[in-house]
């Protein structure tokens, strides 16, 4: 670690020394490199995207469904007509699609194939943490394995993995290392909401290429990554049929935010974010998702006209300089014709607990420095040490965690393993209604933000990790451990 960190700071002061860009995320100079890919030079909405392949389960029992994965690298095409080396589950860019149903255990083999140390996280999963895929928990490279257990003791929920190994997470989810997984409960599979084929997973997230077509990864170099994802392809489109269709929207870039919205501004629904449906359906022209956030939203293209072309923006607030013409889409559909559709979406989609009281607050401060000076990022001052407990909880308490940004012009976002949250204020103003009303497990602070957050830990006793999602900064440090036991001792 000590060479990384050192490698760190020199491109560090690099970037200080050349001012502006380095007041926002101080980007790493990378070593030598061929030049990069003009991005202006991709064709757009060439390619169509694929929808996740479902992973099926090599076994199966009277209560749980056994997978096998191997990470290995693999060429995807993700640009029209090139092939870019990846790091993937299984060769599948995105990673593949496991279908969980609430009650019913999966237990997952992972073997890691690539050269590089892996953990795999189930994000937002209530899980023992030794199932967690916690930073410290690592898959040796060259064929280690390690069997994770899923109980699936938590209500339906739109689930991601992904690779977690402490300071080489943010490259290796650049190059890759996400997949899908859908939690799904009685509670969902009772409502008519759009299903099978109009029922469609997107993992959203951005890029940077150099000119023979593979990812040029550079930690904080969000300006450099124009290029969008969609499902693995840059600038799709996607053939929709004259009906209402659901999307889950996953944010798996490292850095990016996007706002979401129709090129026409007309209104979709949003039903669900991270932990699943929201109590009542939201009317709205925009969904905005932090890194590892979640949307789930219905779009009705039955108002359309059979071939419309539509295009998926993204309008989150850009840097002077970020191309528009680039960043600001996403994909594009092509409304084909009409279809039958019997799906509706209720005006109750489900009851959620009240949050109840909580007898522990704690408040965390999340900064980095924003001067170029260091690679440097914290949680109450402190950089993350797999070996320190910054937070005891004893088991069973409710909290409330009040989480601060006190940067100036760089947003973070806060994650709290082991537990779905309610997002009880942002900003001194009560959230009770809209898409931060649902369960969440990861939720935006932008730059001087505040947000106040409440959850009850149980089910297990454990060390656990709370941080930003924006993995570059995880990586830099801001992240801390919190130790769940039935007799804390006092911190
Ligand atoms: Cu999706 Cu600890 O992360
Ligand atoms: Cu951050």
Known sequence: MIQRRTVLKTGAALTGALGGAGLLVPAMSSPAQATDLDPTTIPQFQQAMPVPKVLQPTRV???????????????????????????????????????????????????????????????????????????????APGGGTKTYTYPNAQPHANLWFHDHAHHLESETVYR?????????????????????????P??????????????????????????????????????????????????????????????????????????????KPVDVTSVTLSPGERADIVVDFS???????????????MLPGDPADQVGRVLQFRVTGPAVDTSSVPATLR????????????????????TGATMDAFINGKAYDMDRIDTEVEYGATEI??????????????HIHLVQFRVLERDGKPVTSGPESGLKDTVAIPPGGTVKLQATFTGYEGTYVYHCHMFDHAAM???????VTKNPSTT
């Open 61 to 139: 029992s009277g209560t749980t469904s056994y997978y096998e994965m191997t990470m290995k690298e693999a060429d995807a095409e993700i640009l029209p007509g090139r092939l870019t080396r990846v790091r993937t589950f299984n060769g599948n860019f995105p990673g593949p699609l496991i279908k969980a149903v609430s009650g019913r255990r999966v237990v997952v083999k992972q073997t890691n194939g690539l050269s590089v140390p892996a953990s795999v996280h189930l994000h937002g999963a209530h899980v023992p943490q030794s199932s967690d895929g916690s930073p410290m928990d690592l898959i």
């Open 176 to 200: 890759g290392l996400t997949g899908f997984y859908l939690l799904t409960d009685d509670v969902e599979r009772s409502l008519d909401l759009p299903s099978g084929t109009y029922d469609v």
């Open 202 to 279: 997107i993992a959203l997230r951005d890029a940077r290429f150099d000119d023979s077509g593979q990812l040029v990864y550079s930690m904080g170099d969000f300006m450099k990554r124009t290029v969008l994802l969609a499902n693995g392809r840059a600038w799709p489109y996607f053939a929709v049929a004259a009906r209402k269709y659901r999307f889950r929207l996953f944010n798996t870039a490292n850095l990016r935010f996007f706002t979401l919205q129709l090129s026409d501004g007309s209104a979709f629904q949003q039903i669900g974010s991270d932990g699943g449906l929201l109590e």
């Open 303 to 317: 108002r359309y006209a059979a071939g419309t072309r539509l295009i998926l923006a993204n309008t989150a607030p």
């Open 351 to 370: 009851k959620l607990p009240a949050p109840g009281s909580a007898t522990v607050n704690r408040s965390f401060e999340l900064s980095m420095d924003e």
């Open 401 to 414: 965690w009040t989480v601060h940004n006190a940067n100036v012009f760089t947003p973070h976002n806060f």
């Open 477 to 483: 440090g801001m992240m801390a451990n919190f130790r």
